[in-house]
Every structure is written in C-alpha cells, then in structure tokens.
C-alpha cells in the first residue's frame, strides 16, 4: 500500500512541479488564481491512486482507501513545498515579494507565510479530494450483505 500513495504522490509533485514550470515560463506564475488547476492535478492522481489500490485488492476496506489517497496527497504537497522552498529562496528570491504585494498585505510576512499556505491548500484539497472520490469508490451496502449493517426495525 506505501508504494502506492508514494508512486502517485511523487507523480502528482511532478505534475504540480511542471504546471508551475511551465506557467513561470509564460510569465503566468505570478498570478495566483492559477493554482486552482493545482486541483485538478491532485484530482487526477489522488482519483488514479485509489483505483490502482481497488484493483489490487479484493476486499476495498474504507480506511485503507482514505489513508491511499490522503498520503498520496501529503506526499506530493511536502515534495511540491520543498521544491517551491528552494525556489522561493534560492532562484527567484523576488517572487514571494510580488505574491505578497499581490495579497495586500500592509506587513513584511516573509517568504515562510506562503510555504504554510501551500501546505494548508494541499492538505486540504487532498483530504476533501479524498473524501469525495471514495464516496464514488467505496463498495455499497446496498446489498444482501450490506443488509447486516442496518439497524433491525
């Protein structure tokens, strides 16, 4: 199960890692409103992830498909921070700057004030990402052995 979430979490850092390569070379990184695709990115490898975990189990248990894709969410979230933490000070030391000015902020917050952003904003759309796939994925009850789990009237 590890190599699962941490195949796909290191596939969805690279993917997150190329998006923001590739917007950086258009000039678009500067504009936060595109991190929203960031969703998209996660969705498609969190969704992947657990159907990879489905197809390799026979009996799907809720928790073990809810921890496949939450890991694999909080993988790629520390890797992406990572690569954005030597970015932000090491390559383009200007960029927190002008994504700060951006927000309005009337104080110096420093570069550490978007790392916490980033990882709040990834953990949370891999948790809600999560919860919503695996209502698509988890097995009914709605069957004659799923009856046992109903209250007796």
Known sequence: ??????????????GLIIYFVITKL???HRYPVLSAANGVIYGAGILMALK??????????YQKG???????????TLIFVAFMAINMYQIDTEF???????W?????????????????????????LTLAFMQLLKESWNTKDGNR???IK
């Open 66 to 76: 809810f921890q496949v894709g939450f890991m694999s969410g909080a993988i790629a």
């Open 104 to 128: 309005g902020l009337n104080y110096d917050s420093g570069t550490f004030i978007i790392l916490i952003s980033l990882v709040l904003m990834g953990l949370s759309t891999s948790l809600v």
């Open 1 to 14: 199960m590890s190599k699962i979430y941490l195949k796909y979490g290191v596939l969805i850092a690279i």
């Open 26 to 28: 258009m000039g678009l």
């Open 149 to 151: 789990n109903q209250p």
């Open 96 to 102: 927190s700057r002008n994504i700060l000015d951006t």
């Open 52 to 61: 990879s975990y489905k197809t390799e189990k026979n009996k799907f248990k």
